[in-house]
């Protein structure tokens, strides 16, 4: 069984910052990207950012510049600091990776149940 789990959520006012955290546990034998991704209320779930095991990050293009993902490849944790944060930021955050399971040949994705993100004076 592999679990995520998130943390870090929480109310911000605009202009703020905030870090997430996303622990990945159970029976891992590796892990290629770990990413988040939010969904507005109303909204299609998007991706805000992803990091691979080894490569470049990636990110929306309405983050670039305030958002920073980074990841411990030994504590298999990958983190999202938020700064400048606005109200347009609101949003459920999802941590998302792509994860080998002992003694399987294959990938699965994997989804941790969101942390709330609510940006407002």
């Known amino acids: 069984q592999v679990q995520l789990v998130e943390s870090g959520g929480g109310l911000v006012q605009p202009g703020g910052s905030l870090r997430l955290s996303c622990a990945a546990s159970?029976?891992?034998?590796?892990?290629?990207?770990m990413g988040w991704y939010r969904q507005a209320l109303g909204k299609q779930r998007e991706l805000v950012a992803v990091?691979?095991?080894?490569?470049?990050?990636v990110y929306t293009d309405s983050v670039k510049g305030r958002f920073t993902i980074s990841r411990d490849n030994a504590k298999n944790t990958a983190d999202l600091q938020m700064n400048s944060l606005k109200p347009e930021d609101t949003a459920v955050y999802y941590c998302?990776?792509?994860?080998?399971?002992?003694?399987?040949?294959?990938?699965?994705?994997?989804w941790g149940r969101g942390t709330q993100v609510t940006v407002s004076s």
């Open positions: 998302n990776a792509d994860i080998r399971r002992h003694l399987t040949t294959y990938y699965d994705d994997y």
């Open positions: 159970g029976s891992i034998f590796s892990i290629r990207a």
């Open positions: 990091i691979p095991s080894g490569g470049s990050t």
